[in-house]
């Protein structure tokens, strides 16, 4: 199975920039790198996927390595609302499943007032 | 936000009694998923469906079946449920292809007493 590495939590002010690491270095040249994250008592919430290139969208912004074995999630200014444990996942195109996610620990993330 | 409906959403049951959850999309997606997530272990895939009666396996099959026999409804039902089943249940559906995203329903909480 595709693997991912985080650690295991990190702190941030609010209202400060937060780059959430992850480590891929199986990672295949088809493979998606998707980032989600989930609120307590919520299901886990799309925030950005890319495949090569620097990715952008409202919620965040996603940098991945030249060489693909890494990304950094991009949060620009971190608010309460933020606070969340954040999965990085690598959506591999085998069997009938069309990628399946396989969810790690994830990052969790607080962030300080 | 996809157009996810689980229900029940909360469900204490006893051990050994028969249990159907349901999963209703609008958004004419191929791809269906049933996930578990327990403390300690993330999501973890049951069963998938990538058409109208076609299903497969995840990780973590045994004591759960499937059906799918509209695009739009995939059903989880544990045949005699036991006190290791009680977990949160989130739906999934994704487009074809690992370019797209994969929406998460708001989750079932199931007790098995």
């Known amino acids: 199975d595709a693997k991912t590495t985080q650690p295991n939590s990190m702190e941030s002010n609010e209202e400060e920039p937060v780059h959430l690491p992850c480590n891929h270095s199986?990672?295949?040249?088809?493979?998606?790198i998707h980032w989600y994250r989930q609120l307590p008592s919520q299901g886990p919430e799309y925030v950005i996927h890319?495949?090569?290139s620097n990715v952008n969208n409202r919620m965040a912004s996603l940098a991945i390595a030249e060489d693909r074995k890494s990304s950094t999630l991009i949060l620009h200014r971190a608010t309460l609302r933020d606070a969340a444990v954040y999965y990085c996942?690598?959506?591999?195109?085998?069997?009938?499943?069309?990628?399946?996610?396989?969810f790690g620990k994830g990052t969790k993330l607080s962030v300080k007032p | 936000d996809a157009g996810i409906t689980q229900s029940p959403r909360h469900k204490v049951t006893e051990t050994g009694t028969p249990v159907t959850l349901r999963c209703h999309q609008t958004?004419?997606?191929?791809?269906m998923y049933w996930y578990r997530q327990d403390p300690g272990h993330g999501l973890r895939l049951i069963h998938y469906?990538?058409?109208?009666?076609?299903?497969d396996k995840g990780e973590v099959s045994d004591g759960y079946s499937v059906s799918r026999s509209k695009t739009e409804d995939f059903l989880l039902t544990l045949e005699s449920a036991t006190s290791s089943q009680t977990s949160v249940y989130f739906c999934?559906?994704?487009?074809?292809?690992?370019?797209?995203?994969?929406?998460f329903g708001e989750g079932s909480w199931l007790t098995v007493v």
């Open positions: 890319g495949l090569t």
């Open positions: 469906s990538y058409g109208v009666k076609d299903t």
């Open positions: 199986t990672i295949s040249g088809t493979d998606y």
């Open positions: 958004e004419n997606h191929r791809y």
């Open positions: 999934a559906i994704s487009g074809t292809g690992t370019g797209n995203t994969i929406y």
């Open positions: 996942i690598l959506r591999v195109n085998y069997g009938g499943s069309q990628g399946n996610l396989i």
